[in-house]
């Protein structure tokens, strides 16, 4: 049962990283990964030929027990019963958090907020707009998240730049900025959500020793690419008169809805409250000025719908949420499964520490392996194999390699995939052309990090 648990959980992870050739959804194998597992794992601990371990490190099993209504029959299946609950809570908790964030950024979408940002690009020379851009996208993506930041900018590029090829280039250094921005806060990418989240940094931890290596993995990249042809030369902006784009509420909308984003943070330290309580707040107050506000002069019950949250609701990426759901509850059935006394993740974890004794070198590694495959299931993963303490150096390496490694591949993050989806960005184009850029800021950063806590440590 052991070897088909594991077995269930390859083949899954398999079928997510094979999405484009399979022509397959990645939420369908996540989904049924995350339910074959735990199925698994209760019809093995039920036949007694399973162990099952908490976040407590408790041990229940029902091997040797046959009375099934005997008091240690029960309290064995309470304890299974248990983490199933805890891993759905965790689950949970990062789930109503998204879904809390990426209704309150389509409600400023739907009035017009982002529009006001594509004021701000005035200039004609190609490498001072390679740098706006890149600026734009290494601030927002911590405020936004590294995945709208991206829908946004790139959308601003096609107003920008009418020819794809010189386009295409900028959007894929947007995806290095963007995920080198969202590194370093706690809701700038799932992977440092899901790290803040499940109490293994802090919002201070993570800005005091990750922005200086999340800068050097945005700026190396850029310095190098200003030198690069198609950031030479002059382009021409096409007058597109964007202030008749916008609407009444489009700037009261911006900026409320990215300071109740900004807010969680502040609330969580102010009240000890799990992150999400926040957001229900945050989406609560945004919900609540986008019913009365008036985007037109002459705005009507009738067109009320175009601009209302419910309209922002249907437009959410629940196959993304899902998605989510399938691969956290399947990891959180890794961490369940026990294994010489201790969950699978933190075994697989001891066998890597004495194959690779340098645990940098393994985080490294972890950034890398992020690129090839999703990092959301390998930082959480990583959450059960380390059982350090908040705001360990660990953590916070994790973090950066997590959150920046994704940018050496297209399919490496949600940033690179939304990127790679609009603009039908060519995956060896980008392996060709970008990959080298995004290596070079990936170590770079990484070696600032080492030395930084080298020296303050």
């Not at 240690?72 to 958090?97: C, D, P, Q, S």
């Not at 004495?354 to 590694?365: C, E, H, Y």
Request: some cysteine.
């Amino acid at each position: 049962m052991f070897l088909a648990i594991v077995l269930c959980f390859i083949l899954g992870y398999i079928a997510i990283v094979l999405e484009h050739p399979l022509k397959l959804d990645k939420t369908v194998p996540a989904l049924i990964m995350g339910a074959l597992c735990w199925a698994f794992l209760a019809v093995g601990f039920h036949k007694g030929l399973i162990t099952a371990i908490d976040t407590h490190e408790n041990l229940w099993s029902l091997a040797g027990i046959t009375d099934h209504a005997g008091e240690a029959y029960l309290h064995n299946e309470e304890g299974f019963v248990n983490g199933l609950l805890h891993h759905l809570g965790k689950t949970a908790e990062i789930l109503v958090f998204l879904i809390g964030a990426m209704t309150i950024v389509e409600i400023i979408d739907l009035h017009r907020g982002f529009d006001i940002l594509k004021g701000w690009v005035k200039t004609k020379n190609k490498r001072k707009l390679l740098w706006i851009i890149g600026v734009l996208a290494f601030i927002l993506s911590a405020i936004i998240d590294n995945l709208t930041a991206t829908i946004v900018l790139v959308t601003l590029l096609r107003k920008i730049f009418h020819d794809r090829e010189t386009r295409i280039w900028y959007a894929s250094m947007v995806v290095i900025a963007a995920n080198a921005g969202g590194a370093w806060s706690p809701i700038g990418d799932v992977t440092t959500t899901m790290l803040w989240i499940g109490k293994k940094v802090s919002t201070l931890g993570l800005i005091e020793w990750l922005v200086i290596p999340s800068v050097i993995c945005f700026v190396v990249p850029f310095a190098i690419a200003s030198f690069m042809k198609p950031f030479r030369g002059e382009i021409v902006i096409p007058d597109d008169h964007e202030e008749v784009d916008r609407l009444l509420s489009s700037k009261t909308m911006l900026f409320l809805g990215l300071g109740a984003i900004v807010f969680v943070p502040f609330f969580k330290t102010f009240t000890h409250l799990p992150p999400y309580i926040g957001m229900m707040l945050s989406m609560g107050v945004v919900w609540l000025v986008s019913e009365y506000i008036h985007p037109e002069e002459d705005f009507d019950e009738d067109k009320k719908i175009l601009y209302s949250a419910h309209k922002a609701l249907s437009r959410i990426e629940m196959s993304s949420i899902l998605f989510f759901l399938g691969i956290l509850m399947a990891v959180g059935a890794l961490e369940t499964l026990a294994v010489d006394g201790v969950g699978t993740l933190r075994y697989l974890a001891e066998l890597l520490e004495n194959a690779i004794p340098n645990q940098d070198i393994v985080i490294m590694l972890l950034g890398v392996g992020s690129a090839i495959i999703d990092n959301v299931p390998l930082v959480a993963a990583s959450m059960g194999m380390y059982d350090q303490p908040m705001d360990a150096k660990l953590w916070h390496f994790i973090a950066y390699a997590a959150g920046t490694g994704g940018s050496m591949l297209i399919i490496g993050s949600a940033a690179g995939v939304a990127a790679m989806g609009m603009e039908k960005i060519d995956f060896i184009w980008y392996v060709k052309k970008i990959s080298w850029l995004a290596a070079v800021g990936f170590v770079a950063g990484s070696i600032v990090f080492l030395g930084l806590y080298s020296v303050l440590h």
